[in-house]
């Protein structure tokens, strides 16, 4: 190919990506003097990126292959605009060959590796076949073309179980599978074939030995068009749920300046098998002994920013002068490693309820100031809907400090001092995760989150007497700040001040409950003197001064910073203790309550029906499959809630349904 065609400058970038990642580019490349392009689906017309660009293109609908993967349309929204480049982000089409190879022949250029270079590396079984001519570690697997069943039983029988089914063209755990015995082997497949369709477009399968206590340690690369190529040292994200990264952290903790350099020179050596250009990632596993190749990533990862910030690179300012075709402005010797950092995920979903993907609008939306080491990379605002149709990750936030510690101390401090309502996500438990005693000593694998699971998901603590005061507290200055706005001369006015009233002493009562537990008391005595709040035999002098986002809240001479949010009798409030949820009970009565069975087997979230696992009339153990519904680009199995029978299934294969409606029926034994 021409190089001149291949990278040269340009003025117009088009992000042909959504959320996090195009906000994340736009602001880098509007920072180098660039005109950007935001493309946006019927789902995403209000979007953030949106909003971020100076210009956006309407795709088509909601669904990614009708908008976000239809390159058609991406490269016909180039010519609209007059972009010159295209930058993929992550996910969705930035490892995807075609794409590149289509930008290339509409004379754009794209930001990241040729088509050539993707097939080569792109591919799982391909750059295992590349490394291993190369002589780079392996782990032992199968990577053939032939996907007969046939032919990947014989593999993975030749391997031994456990092992792992992957999809070759896979990523972010779409696609894998661990398989234990035989028998688990061909329903795998067949699922893990599925999820890669729906995900990548692409079903072809390999097979790789499940390594036993893994640690995963990958290395982030970056080659220009001059031959020069550049590692950036490595980061570690044993930290997986599913097989989906959660907490990343550079450098890793568990590697030794030796190690680290030859990590570090594997991966160069992986990536100069291609000649590669552009930034990347090469991935390895370890047993905590040796450490093997699996995979290169042919993009940016999810998780740059804390190499950025160990090395003070802006990797997508790279990306951006490597496609210019500039040589990379610093060398190998000259980049250096300075403190650490960690990043967690923070996504709209329900840790307790087997992290469901949580959709809505998004009430409430504050987060902390990004000084002390801490950076955001946001791809939502207060006021934006979390659809069905995307990855469900709402932000990153990230920590630098000189230490590991420290960086923990800090990024913990960062998600306790986050609050998001109007949809659940995973703040609580990314703070229980990475305080865990055996996160702080680093003695993890990626099973870690799995077996600490009931740990790390444990009910929040029962509310005490700061979080009852706090909640009477809460809805007094929601009173006051209703009044006050309705007239100016509220303002002023002594009968709008807390507890102000020319004489006597007044008592109102209040009751709250958690869930549908039972109900606690307090009552709050104010007038003249000081107020006070009583519950059983206390009784606590009270005060409270409003500010942005809660209020400070005195309580017998201790004030105490409360974050609070009201939503009706729906009450969240977030104070030293943790984070609470409290209904307050309606004063006057007329309290419904909506009879919800648990046993309900309906869709939890909009989704396809992709598979129908059990027939009308067979008899079903508690926990047995019955359908398997693909939400949010990741598969949900429907399982019978109790021993019985199945009475019938009111969906089949390909049907979308709405959350609510009900799948399946199941009568349980015995009735």
């Known amino acids: 190919m021409d190089s001149t065609k291949l990278y040269r400058r340009f003025r117009t970038l088009l992000i042909a990506n959504r959320g996090e990642i195009a906000c994340r580019v736009i602001r880098t490349a509007r920072a180098m003097g660039l005109r950007t392009v935001a493309v946006y689906s019927e789902a995403d017309r209000d979007a953030m990126h949106v909003a971020l660009a100076d210009e956006a293109v309407l795709l088509g609908p909601a669904r990614a292959r009708d908008s976000y993967l239809n390159v058609e349309r991406l490269i016909e929204a180039t010519k609209k605009t007059g972009a010159e480049a295209v930058h993929p982000g992550y996910g969705f089409l930035s490892e995807n060959a075609e794409f590149a190879q289509a930008c290339y022949g509409a004379g754009l250029v794209f930001v990241g590796p040729t088509a050539e270079m993707?097939?080569?590396?792109?591919?799982?079984?391909?750059?295992?076949?590349?490394?291993?001519?190369?002589?780079?570690?392996?782990?032992?697997?199968?990577?053939?073309?032939?996907?007969?069943?046939?032919?990947?039983?014989?593999?993975?029988?030749?391997v031994g179980f456990p092992i792992l089914v992957k999809a070759s063209a896979g990523g972010g755990g779409r696609g894998m599978r661990i398989v234990r015995s035989a028998a688990e082997?061909?329903?795998?497949?067949?699922?893990?074939?599925?999820?890669?369709?729906?995900?990548?477009?692409?079903?072809?399968m390999l097979i790789e030995k499940y390594v036993d206590n893994p640690r995963h340690i990958e290395v982030q690369i970056i080659g220009d068009s001059h031959g020069n190529l550049l590692s950036l040292f490595e980061r570690e994200c044993t930290?997986?749920?599913?097989?989906?990264?959660?907490?990343e952290e550079a450098p890793s903790p568990t590697l030794n300046a030796a190690q680290r350099e030859a990590v570090c020179a594997a991966a160069r050596k992986a990536a100069g098998a291609v000649n590669y250009v552009g930034a990347g990632t090469i991935e390895f596993v370890s047993d905590g002994k040796d450490v093997f190749f699996i995979e290169m990533n042919t993009r940016l990862q999810v998780e740059h920013p804390v190499t950025e910030l160990i090395t003070g690179v802006d990797l997508v300012e790279w990306q951006l002068r490597v496609a210019f075709g500039e040589a990379l402005p610093l060398k190998q010797d000259e980049i250096k490693l300075n403190g650490y950092a960690i990043e967690a995920r923070v996504y709209a979903e329900n840790p307790t309820r087997n992290f469901?993907?949580?959709v809505g609008r998004i009430s409430t939306w504050r987060l902390p100031a990004e000084t002390g080491g801490l950076r955001i990379d946001a791809g939502y605002r207060e006021g934006d809907?979390?659809?069905?149709?995307?990855?469900?990750?709402?932000?990153?936030?990230?920590?630098?400090?000189?230490?590991?510690?420290?960086?923990?101390?800090?990024?913990?401090?960062?998600?306790?001092?986050?609050?998001?309502r109007g949809i659940v996500t995973n703040i609580p438990f990314l703070s229980a995760l990475i305080t865990?005693?055996?996160?702080?000593?680093?003695?993890?694998?990626?099973?870690?989150i799995e077996r600490e699971l009931a740990v790390l998901t444990s009910a929040s603590p029962a509310p005490g007497e700061l979080e009852l005061?706090?909640?009477?507290?809460?809805?007094?200055?929601?009173?006051?700040?209703?009044?006050?706005?309705?007239?100016?001369?509220?303002?002023?006015?002594?009968?709008?001040?807390?507890?102000?009233?020319?004489?006597?002493?007044?008592?109102r009562n209040f009751a709250f409950r958690v869930g549908h537990g039972p109900e606690q008391k307090i009552a709050l005595n104010y007038g003249s003197g000081p107020s006070t709040c009583v519950i059983g035999e206390r009784e606590l002098t009270f005060a409270i001064a409003p500010r942005d986002g809660g209020f400070d809240l005195t309580l017998d001479g201790v004030k105490s910073s409360v974050a609070a949010v009201i939503d009706g009798h729906e009450l969240y409030l977030r104070t030293r203790n943790g984070r609470f949820d409290l209904h307050w009970v309606d004063p006057f009565g007329g309290e419904t309550e909506e009879q919800t069975g648990a046993d309900k087997i309906a869709a939890p979230l909009p989704g396809t029906v992709v598979a129908v696992l059990a027939e009308e009339g067979a008899k079903l153990e508690k926990g047995a499959p019955?359908?398997?519904?693909?939400?949010?680009?990741?598969?949900?199995?429907?399982?019978?809630?109790?021993?019985?029978?199945?009475?019938?299934?009111?969906?089949?294969?390909?049907?979308i349904v709405q959350e609510g409606i009900e799948l399946a029926v199941v009568e349980a034994s015995g009735e």
């Open 385 to 420: 809907t979390v659809s069905p149709y995307y990855d469900a990750m709402l932000a990153k936030m990230i920590a630098w400090a000189p230490t590991r510690d420290v960086a923990i101390d800090r990024l913990n401090r960062g998600l306790e001092d986050t609050d998001v």
């Open 626 to 655: 019955i359908l398997t519904l693909e939400v949010m680009k990741m598969e949900q199995t429907l399982r019978a809630p109790y021993a019985g029978v199945l009475k019938s299934i009111r969906c089949k294969v390909g049907d």
């Open 118 to 158: 993707m097939n080569a590396m792109g591919s799982k079984s391909g750059s295992k076949a590349l490394m291993e001519k190369a002589g780079v570690p392996l782990v032992p697997g199968y990577h053939g073309d032939a996907q007969d069943d046939a032919t990947l039983a014989k593999a993975a029988e030749k």
């Open 239 to 247: 930290l997986q749920r599913r097989h989906q990264k959660v907490i």
């Open 469 to 507: 005061c706090a909640a009477v507290a809460a809805i007094v200055n929601d009173e006051r700040g209703a009044a006050q706005s309705e007239t100016k001369s509220a303002l002023n006015s002594p009968w709008q001040t807390f507890g102000w009233q020319p004489v006597g002493r007044r008592q």
């Open 436 to 448: 865990h005693p055996k996160v702080r000593a680093n003695a993890i694998d990626t099973g870690f």
């Open 356 to 358: 469901m993907p949580s």
């Open 185 to 204: 082997l061909a329903p795998a497949i067949v699922s893990a074939k599925r999820e890669a369709k729906a995900a990548f477009g692409d079903d072809r």
